[in-house]
């Protein structure tokens, strides 16, 4: 019996992402059925970023005659998820062709050949690499909210980790979890911290010493799951769960040859990288750059690198196009994770689960309410990953509920911030899928690799909410 169980289990796998999503959309679709529809009324309000959003009115929930919405929106939603996801679709496409002109040119892994034959006769440097890199990254999302400016570093990462001994999962994990670390647990990041302390009335980038002192311990705990995954995978690399996806890419990249030295197509192709990362970095805190400006500057970049490596036009026109083809896959599951959205906002039931969630809190004792405060955000997170979106949906009703239910608006902005440790792992998060489509790793790969650390992570969260929840009563801590 449990020989046979085995072998069926064994003959049992995960359905491809975009079946799982795609099933996602059909649930959502029945869910709009069922749940009533409601909206909130909307004020126009300016946001501490200079932008406008409509914002919820506390208390203006009404229910509405049902909402019901036809099987072709099955169909049809994907459809319009493409076209609200226009941008980001331009920006996957684009950072796929690009820096596949990139890996053809042979630039980065010679360098990295070379970065690596350093490293290596350095042993306490190269341990000393993962959390240094790390750092920086999470200090890009604490500070100005690194999300998807970070898929470009994968093509450079991966290779990295590889020629290191690791594996591609470590590749991806020290650009995306660092940064994503840093995102949810920011305290100074305009996007999530300043848009929802200014809607819930706190003193903005008030908090800041028990933020930072969150932000050190979140990162450092995920330092410490990949550096110990990193060391075993290095020992054992057959238990790397993309052991034959690695072996796939060994087969296919360009290869340094030993005695292959520097020339001057490197040295300006690797220059480019790096004016590229520069100015994008200069450009998003200087000018608060968006993706479609973001997306432009490696399209440029793609160009500059195909001349600099002397690559004819057709050349790189076909390796533009292969690159940009890899990311099709991720395209049609970020329109389908859209879809989600159009879904719930076309059948009305978005505020209405806020409603429900918000009113279900009040009932709750007061040491759970900023737990389930955080659990009510990162259902809502499933659906829309802008963190700013988010705050101007859910603060203007979730700061008067923290009045009613006896916390401090403080603390329901940082239930707020500390969903977005969830987001690593969501199949309706461009961010996440955009950053594994450019490393061919399939979601339930990643998944089930991340879920041991989601668990860690979701506890910590919970954790970290206590002290606001009962020590720090009086007002921000």
């Not at 909402?67 to 049809?76: A, C, N």
């Not at 039931?349 to 009040?362: A, K, P, R, V």
Request: glycine letters at 8%; a positive charge.
């Amino acid at each position: 019996m449990k020989t046979t169980f085995k072998a069926w289990a064994s003959r049992l796998k995960m359905p491809h992402t975009l079946v799982i999503v795609g099933s996602l959309v059909a649930l959502v679709l029945v869910l709009s059925w069922i749940i009533p529809s409601g909206e909130f009324q909307r004020v126009d309000k300016l946001l501490p970023d200079g932008s406008h959003r409509s914002v919820p009115v506390p208390g203006s929930f009404q229910f509405l005659p049902k909402t019901f919405l036809g099987l072709h929106h099955l169909f049809l939603s994907p459809i319009q998820g493409f076209e609200s996801a226009g941008v980001l679709v331009a920006f996957l496409l684009i950072i796929g062709g690009s820096f596949n002109i990139l890996q053809e040119s042979g630039a980065v892994e010679f360098s990295i050949k070379r970065l690596v034959r350093f490293i290596s006769a350095r042993p306490t440097l190269e341990w000393l690499l993962i959390p240094l890199l790390m750092t920086i990254f999470s200090l890009a999302g604490a500070v100005f909210g690194m999300a998807e400016e970070t898929i470009p570093f994968i093509a450079i990462f991966i290779p990295m980790a590889r020629a290191l001994g690791y594996d591609s999962l470590v590749g991806v994990a020290i650009p995306f979890l660092g940064s994503a670390a840093g995102f949810a647990c920011a305290f100074i990041n305009p996007f999530t911290v300043g848009v929802a302390q200014g809607i819930a009335g706190v003193p903005i980038y008030s908090g800041m010493r028990y933020r930072i002192g969150a932000w050190a311990l979140v990162t450092a705990i995920v330092i410490t799951y990949v550096m110990i995954y990193a060391r075993r995978v290095k020992k054992e690399p057959e238990r790397s769960p993309v052991r034959a996806i690695d072996l796939e890419r060994e087969a296919v990249e360009h290869h340094v040859s030993p005695d292959e030295t520097w020339d001057l197509r490197h040295v300006l192709s690797l220059a480019t990288v790096l004016a590229t990362l520069g100015v994008l970095v200069f450009g998003v805190i200087r000018y608060k750059w968006y993706i479609d400006v973001i997306a432009g500057l490696f399209l440029a970049m793609g160009l500059v690198i195909a001349l600099t490596s002397r690559m004819n036009l057709s050349q790189a026109a076909r390796h533009f196009v292969a690159g940009a083809k890899d990311m099709v896959g991720v395209v049609m599951i970020v329109a389908c994770a859209r879809a989600l959205l159009v879904i719930a906002n076309d059948a009305k039931i978005m505020d209405t689960i806020l409603f429900y969630g918000s009113n279900t809190i009040t009932l709750l004792p007061k040491a759970v309410t900023a737990q389930v405060m955080f659990l009510v955000q990162c259902v809502i997170n499933f659906f829309i990953h802008s963190g700013t979106a988010q705050a101007a949906l859910t603060m203007p009703v979730m700061a008067p509920l923290a009045d009613l239910v006896g916390i401090t608006r403080q603390t329901t902005v940082y239930a707020f911030e500390l969903c977005e440790l969830v987001v690593p792992i969501l199949p309706t998060s461009a961010v996440t899928m955009g950053i594994l489509g450019a490393a061919k790793i399939p979601w339930e790969t990643w998944a089930k690799w991340f879920l041991p650390l989601l668990g860690i992570l979701v506890l910590t969260a919970c954790l970290l909410l206590v002290p606001p929840t009962l020590f720090f009563p009086w007002g921000p801590f």
